[in-house]
């Protein structure tokens, strides 16, 4: 398994970091959206971005320091 640039490892933390906020908003926004083709089309937003974070989260364990990738993923305020 090849080790990432540190540079490398910088960027992927900033991507899962960005993901991980659009995520949150777009489970957040679910709750104030009416239109139910809207709220489809956000989530699968949501599944594809938590299909993106899994993929990130791969990579970043190739880092060359070590840092704990957190398990927690947001929970929906409203179903």
């Not at 993106?52 to 190739?62: C, I």
């Amino acid at each position: 398994m090849t080790t990432l640039a540190p540079h490398e490892a910088l960027e992927i933390h900033e991507a899962i970091n960005f993901k991980t906020l659009c995520l949150a908003k777009s489970k957040l926004m679910q709750g104030l959206v009416f239109d139910q083709e809207l709220k489809d089309l956000m989530q699968k937003d949501v599944e594809q971005s938590l299909q993106g974070l899994t993929d990130l989260q791969a990579l970043y364990k190739r880092a060359p320091f070590s840092a704990p990738v957190p398990e927690k993923r947001p929970t929906p305020i409203l179903n």
